[in-house]
């Protein structure tokens, strides 16, 4: 929304509240997801790194880990 500044909300999401987080879901995908944008948002709104940079390590590991297609 126009006009509305960028917030980080606490979660309380850690190394430690990620493993609880996947257990109690039953979806470990989801929890790492969630830690990873929380300090991708962290990192652009409070230390003010450029988006791009995440963006471009995101893809790289995406690429890495991705299967191989015949």
Same mark, same amino acid.
């Given at each position: 929304?126009?006009?509305?500044?960028?917030?980080? @909300?606490?979660?309380? @999401?850690? #190394?430690?509240? @990620? +493993?609880?987080?996947?257990?109690?879901?039953?979806? /470990? &995908?989801?929890?790492? !997801?969630?830690? &990873?944008?929380? +300090?991708?948002?962290?990192?652009?709104?409070? @230390? #003010?790194? /450029?988006?791009?940079?995440?963006?471009?390590?995101?893809? !790289?590991?995406?690429?890495?880990?991705?299967?191989?297609? +015949?």
């Amino acid at each position: 929304m126009p006009g509305m500044m960028d917030t980080v @909300l606490n979660i309380g @999401l850690n #190394d430690d509240t @990620l +493993i609880g987080l996947a257990k109690e879901t039953g979806d /470990e &995908r989801f929890a790492w !997801d969630s830690y &990873r944008r929380l +300090i991708q948002m962290f990192g652009k709104t409070v @230390l #003010d790194i /450029e988006g791009k940079k995440f963006e471009t390590v995101f893809d !790289d590991h995406k690429e890495k880990s991705a299967p191989i297609m +015949i």
